[in-house]
């Protein structure tokens, strides 16, 4: 039985080896022509590949060295400032990638300017505010001392849900859509304050606070709190904050960090006497 083609019987010798010639000619061609198209094939896919790897770079290193976005309005300072009835001092807001202005009295006030760093995860923070709380605010009522509120997020891996800078990013919502209710909403976030290691309050549990304080303009509250609209502030105040030389502690910066014109209260955050005897001292 044969297994080549009928037509080659008619073919003399020397035909049938120039026919097998130009048969593995052409084999020869085809198979050059395969190497060239994977080569192809393989050279473009490196190009795309390194052209994504350099992509994926590029977008780390902007989003690593992005300049941290606007502040709140009313927290020109990384903080508001919450002086007689309650009510905030309004100012502009930080731009972005911008510095924070550090808050002046005016001239020829007598008030005791009080500056507090906060984070709402931080459990002494709420022993400040237990015991010192009422104090402040009749200070404040008075006219005697002004309270500057600056809130931090250095606790974010003591909840699984980075309470401390979701907390901070919600003080910037109301200080800039609510300002004259911060007082009551930082009050109130320390009551039944959720213990380190959890997940915190979740943002509708935050917003519920916020109500409760009487906020205006709560559906912009919440939509800012949804969307995180002052996350990079607080992480940009955080950090600011942490390298202050003015803030630091015997070991480094710390919440709550309480001065009172200029000065660092150093005393017992549940000892109301010894606050209320520094702040006449300063």
């Given at each position: 039985?044969?297994?080549?083609?009928?037509?080659?019987?008619?073919?003399?010798?020397?035909?049938?080896?120039?026919?097998?010639?130009?048969?593995?000619?052409?084999?020869?061609?085809?198979?050059?022509?395969?190497?060239?198209?994977?080569?192809?094939?393989?050279?473009?896919?490196?190009?795309?590949?390194?052209?994504?790897?350099?992509?994926?770079?590029?977008?780390?290193?902007?989003?690593?060295?992005?300049?941290?976005?606007?502040?709140?309005?009313?927290?020109?300072?990384?903080g508001i400032v919450i002086g007689q009835n309650l009510e905030a001092v309004p100012t502009a807001a930080i731009k972005a990638g911008g510095q924070p202005v550090e808050t002046v009295p005016a001239a020829g006030s007598t008030a005791k300017a009080i500056q507090i760093w906060v984070d709402y995860q931080c459990p002494i923070c709420e022993s400040f505010e237990s015991t010192n709380?009422?104090?402040i605010e009749s200070l404040v009522k008075a006219g005697d001392a002004t309270i500057e509120?600056?809130?931090?997020?250095?606790?974010?891996?003591?909840?699984s849900t980075k309470y401390s800078t979701r907390a901070a990013?919600?003080?910037?919502?109301?200080?800039?859509?609510?300002?004259?209710?911060?007082?009551?909403?930082?009050?109130?976030?320390?009551?039944?304050?959720?213990?380190?290691?959890?997940?915190?309050r979740t943002d509708a549990e935050i917003l519920a606070i916020a109500k409760a304080a009487g906020v205006q303009k709560s559906d912009s509250i919440a939509d800012c709190i949804k969307d995180q609209r002052f996350a990079s502030w607080a992480t940009a105040a955080t950090k600011r904050a942490v390298?202050?030389?003015?803030?630091?502690?015997?070991?480094?910066f710390g919440t709550?960090?309480?001065?009172?014109?200029?000065?660092?209260?150093?005393?017992?955050v549940d000892d109301a006497a010894a606050f209320a005897a520094f702040v006449a001292a300063s």
């Open positions: 039985m044969s297994t080549g083609n009928p037509g080659d019987a008619r073919l003399s010798k020397n035909e049938r080896r120039e026919a097998g010639r130009e048969h593995a000619r052409l084999l020869r061609e085809a198979e050059k022509k395969k190497q060239r198209r994977n080569r192809v094939l393989i050279q473009s896919g490196l190009v795309v590949g390194t052209l994504a790897i350099i992509t994926a770079v590029v977008l780390i290193i902007v989003s690593v060295n992005k300049p941290a976005g606007p502040g709140p309005l009313n927290m020109l300072s990384d709380g009422s104090q509120i600056h809130p931090v997020a250095i606790l974010d891996r003591a909840s990013n919600a003080a910037g919502c109301v200080a800039n859509y609510s300002p004259d209710q911060f007082f009551a909403f930082n009050a109130a976030m320390y009551v039944d304050q959720p213990a380190e290691g959890g997940a915190g390298a202050n030389p003015d803030l630091q502690g015997t070991q480094g709550p960090t309480v001065l009172v014109n200029g000065k660092q209260y150093g005393g017992a």
